[in-house]
């Protein structure tokens, strides 16, 4: 990597010290229809031209023969980037939904195959981190059912295949895509059975109060599981759990059963997180669900959850979701689903530096007495990047305490209710 970095380092000087003048580009107005695809194919790459596949394949065809149009291939384009990736394929079970104040929508449906590229993310603040991009909205023979050796003439074109696959990061919580993700990325067996330098992974994507990126939807992962993080393992208010359950007996409250909607074996956890001798209305809530894998019953109740949840406390404007998956290292996995509210940052400058506000609850992150007050992947866990000298002192000195505060002045009011409410009319309980 450093001697592919040095070398296209030289090649920009290079390129700048003997490379002719380019002529400035025309405005878009003064554009023949090529040179309004090439535009089109870099601000909105994976849709068709003016939203139209019809046009789209005429002007890209006609481009090409009348060689006003130039393709660079793909694969010698991926030569040339510092980015590596790996590619993963899967199939959606359920719908995603996107929220809006008019109701609910689908933003792709259930049954179509999807392909995610994983990659290392390039700002890292976890061991091992990386981060998954959205890949099928383009041919790719590595999403399909096709075995082909090499890249496709449609692959290394940049063919567009499925326009609705460029998805945006904030307000669609992409909880399938999490789920899948970890399921092919961990190890499905106990700790005691890993291959030699084989590691478990957590994924999950950020809210919007901790993504930077709008545009482009994408998931983070790390090496993580659920032992590592003692936050995620605060004992639970309520459980309800399958009769044949391994996980119920270790419960510290009595266990409701469930039937087997939601898949054999599988629990879920209500759990109240807070600083010890709080008010107990002033807790952040997780619903954590264990399962030996990814059941159908589950992905479509957590699914469906994160509807009714947008639809009863104030749509993707109010609310927000801190989804993670990872492996409990005993061949089970843990889904953590929490709410949370979308803070308001009360003052300009960098967002790291100034105070945030619940709107939910009217509470400042200075009356709370906290120095950092947003939760995400890695804040969400433990993980901090700290850029004020209050803030590291307040970890080194109360870690736990301080994150527990976070975590409860990051409380949904009324999601609780609507959580347990949404159990019973489920019909998951056993009756």
Known sequence: ETMHRNVWEAAKTLLRETAPSLAKEPEDGNLDVFGRFIN?????????FEHDKAQHVTVFIAGMFSRRIVVVKRSHMERMTLARYFPLSWKRQQPLWGSASTGKFQVRPGGVKEGSHVRANECPYAALHGMSLSAGGFADQRISDRKTVGYTLLMELQWIRDPQANI??????DIEKIIQEAWQLNPHGPVA????????????????VGSSIRQTQHTQLAEGHWNKYPILK?????VFAAKDSPFASAAGVKVELLNDVLGPQTMLEIVDICPEASDPDNTGLMLRCRCPDIPPGLVRFLTQLRLRLLERLGG??????LVLCMSDQEGSFVVIFAPTPQL???QEGHADLVPWANPLTGESSEVAGIEESRLDFGKGVGHFLVLKDELRTQLLDKGEDTLRRIWAFNRVP??????????VQQNILET
């Open 234 to 238: 605060v004992e639970a208010a309520r």
């Open 168 to 173: 945006e990061n904030w307000y669609i919580t």
């Open 344 to 346: 308001m940052q009360l």
């Open 316 to 321: 993707p404007e109010a609310i927000d979701f």
């Open 193 to 208: 059975h890993a291959l030699p330098g084989e590691v478990f992974v957590s994924v999950g994507q950020n809210p919007k």
């Open 414 to 423: 009324g999601a609780r209710q609507v959580i347990e409410e949404f159990i």
């Open 40 to 48: 089109w194919s870099r601000d909105y790459p994976g849709e068709f």
